[in-house]
């Protein structure tokens, strides 16, 4: 429990609207009350308060008697306050602990008032200042009660909170989802199930691991910690293209680039309450006898650079952009699978200060707009990935054509998790989930509206009038986890490959786009004439010079994905042509110059690295095998 303790001269309220779908009910007159000369107790029942509610009661009376003691008050206004936590416990039992404490201080023989609990209210308050004016204090249950028992208990209270699952159509129909007809929306269904059942351990390797092995792009790195990656020259720069690509259309997109620190105070006050709750999923390191944890997000260091910036209305919305190489989490090892789960990882993280719902809910449509277009530059299209939005009842009432839009938006059915209450930081989220081929899903794309960050880390703006408000965040990864795209490209890869098809790398992220293959060693320097051209045109190629058979060089470049293979012999050289190979059907000759325009008519937008390999295959080492 959290409690704001205020000596005050008064306080009085008004009932305005109801903050609960199901509130305390309360007559007229409740609905208006003041108290004067009155200790006023602002109190946030909390999850971890459920363990022992009888202790709690107990403890806070007894921390409420005692301040009443010191600062001589007969009155006590005992005001219910969700804002002072972010970990807020069921309202049913809130509502019960509450009035034990009303009733318990009145056994005490104090004048005791109580507002409504589940209202929207106003208030006004004259505090006295002086030095014990203003206390906080913390109630924890469980002086037997280790830290790592409360988290197992909180942790569990989360994986119990109710989710209703629909399916919405775009036409804005809602249906539950154990009524909706998934006929043709089959990958949707895959979905569905796993979110509900919420199976998240691999029984066995994912496609994609074979192929980024066999491909020489990423490897298990013995040395490290599980979920710690090697990366070879040709995934690195598959990576380096992802990272330049997803930052260049952020700030496109009007976001500032910063960076920040990869590690924080374990007791930095604003961050105890998010370190304390998962303490297994942390890396903690030491620095001397202060203890230091590694960051999982950019949240972190903007929410602290913004809290120290002066920020106006006419900044808004303030976009701010950060690619975190690395973030850390300790996954648990049974999750950790190829590129999909890792315990480091590279985290396009934004993050917008919106001065208001409406700028927050137009802000939350663009950046929806800009995942879509971010993933369809990397070769996935709505139709290779399934829609999840969440957010509370109250939140899809009031809302509910903004909603719908986001499924218009999209062109299909979505899947949707709805809350009685809210129970996390975000009054609504949606993320862009891969469905692989062991039917397990993945968050790309996300973007949530936070209501509580700006308060605890005490980020403001001042408004039109001068006055000093909380705004609203965004969070926004419009690609996901740069490693998640990769291991989503390559699952779809192995998905076409089972059907028969040539997989492949869009073109631009191929780590070689054009292989040159001299049917003889008499037409090898002709052979680099075409590659010195191509490599002048910002193209990655490379030529086979080794001993082996023509037929097995064009197997070998298959093998390797290369999306374009050139033969040239005494033919080509004597016309200064090229005979060009397509990965994606189709074989012709033609000048050079029509070969560079065509490509670069498809890579053009995108970002560019140079070949990540040496000129000729013959001095290149495996690295595997």
Not at 183 to 190: A, D, Q, S
Not at 376 to 389: H, M, N
Not at 456 to 473: A, C, L, V, W
Request: glycine share 6%; aromatic share 10%; charged share 35%.
């Amino acid at each position: 429990m959290r409690m704001l303790l205020i000596h005050s001269d008064y306080l009085e309220y008004e009932v305005r609207d109801k903050a609960l779908k199901n509130p305390e009910p309360v007559s007229d007159e409740q609905k208006k009350g003041r108290l004067d000369e009155v200790l006023a107790v602002f109190m946030s029942v909390e999850k971890v308060d459920e363990i022992n509610p009888e202790e709690v009661v107990e403890k806070a009376i007894t921390e409420i008697e005692d301040v009443a003691k010191q600062v001589k008050v007969e009155r006590i206004f005992v005001y219910p306050f969700a804002h002072l936590s972010s970990e807020l416990g069921r309202p049913e039992v809130a509502l019960e602990i509450l009035k034990k404490i009303e009733e318990g201080l009145k056994e005490r023989g104090y004048e005791v008032k109580r507002s409504p609990f589940g209202y929207y209210k106003a208030f006004k308050l004259s505090c006295k200042g002086h030095p014990l004016a203003e206390l906080s204090r913390t109630i924890v249950p469980g002086e037997g009660v280790s830290k790592e028992e409360r988290n197992i208990a909180l942790e569990k209270e989360e994986k119990e909170l109710v989710s209703y699952w629909y399916i919405l159509t775009p036409e804005g129909e809602l249906i539950e989802a154990e009524k909706f007809d998934f006929t043709g929306h089959e990958n949707l269904k895959k979905f569905v199930n796993y979110e509900i059942h919420k199976n998240r351990i691999a029984d066995r390797e994912p496609p994609h691991v074979r192929l980024m092995l066999e491909q020489e792009l990423v490897d298990y790195e013995p040395g490290s910690d599980a979920g710690n990656l090697r990366y070879y020259p040709k995934g690195r720069l598959i990576k380096g293209l992802l990272e330049q690509y997803v930052t260049e259309k952020v700030v496109e997109y009007g976001a500032m680039e910063v960076e920040t620190p990869i590690m924080y105070d374990f007791e930095h006050p604003a961050l105890e309450k998010y370190l304390n709750r998962f303490p297994a999923r942390q890396y903690i390191v030491k620095s001397g006898d202060k203890k230091f944890f590694l960051r999982f997000a950019a949240c972190f260091g903007q929410f602290l650079i913004k809290k120290d910036a002066t920020i106006s209305y006419r900044h808004l919305p303030l976009r701010m952009y950060e690619l975190t190489r690395y973030s850390f989490r300790r996954e648990k090892s049974g999750e950790l699978s190829g590129l999909r789960r890792l315990r480091a990882f590279t985290m396009p993280d934004m993050h917008t200060v919106a001065k208001d719902i409406k700028q927050a809910m137009d802000e939350f449509k663009k950046q929806y707009k800009l995942s879509m277009e971010v993933l369809r530059g990397v070769g996935l299209t709505p139709e290779d990935y399934e829609v999840a939005i969440r957010f509370t009842r109250n939140f899809w009432e009031e809302n509910r054509d903004f909603i719908v839009e986001l499924a218009k938006i999209i062109g299909k059915p979505v899947l949707i998790e709805m809350w009685d209450q809210r129970f996390f930081y975000f009054i609504l989220k949606f993320e862009f989930n891969f469905v692989d081929n062991l039917d397990k899903a993945a968050a790309l794309s996300t973007v949530q509206i936070d209501v509580e960050n700006a308060e605890r880390f005490g980020i403001t703006y001042y408004d039109e009038e001068g006055k000093e408000k909380y705004p609203f965040i965004l969070h926004c990864s419009p690609s996901g986890a740069i490693e998640r795209v990769m291991y989503a490209i390559l699952e779809k890869q192995a998905k076409l490959q089972a059907q028969g098809k040539k997989p492949m790398f869009p073109l631009w992220l191929s780590p070689i786009q054009v292989r040159v293959i001299p049917v003889s060693e008499d037409v090898l320097d002709y052979a680099l004439y075409v590659a010195g051209k191509l490599e002048g045109a910002k193209i990655r190629v490379d030529v086979d010079d080794t001993g082996d058979r023509l037929n097995k060089k064009i197997r070998k470049a298959e093998k390797e994905w290369v999306p374009y293979i050139i033969v040239v012999g005494k033919n080509e050289k004597e016309q200064n042509t090229v005979t060009v190979r397509r990965r994606s059907g189709g074989q012709s000759e033609m000048q050079l110059e029509d070969l560079i325009k065509e490509i670069r008519s498809q890579t053009e937008g995108f970002p560019y690295k140079p070949r990540p390999l040496p000129l000729l295959l013959s001095k290149r080492p495996r690295f595997r095998g």
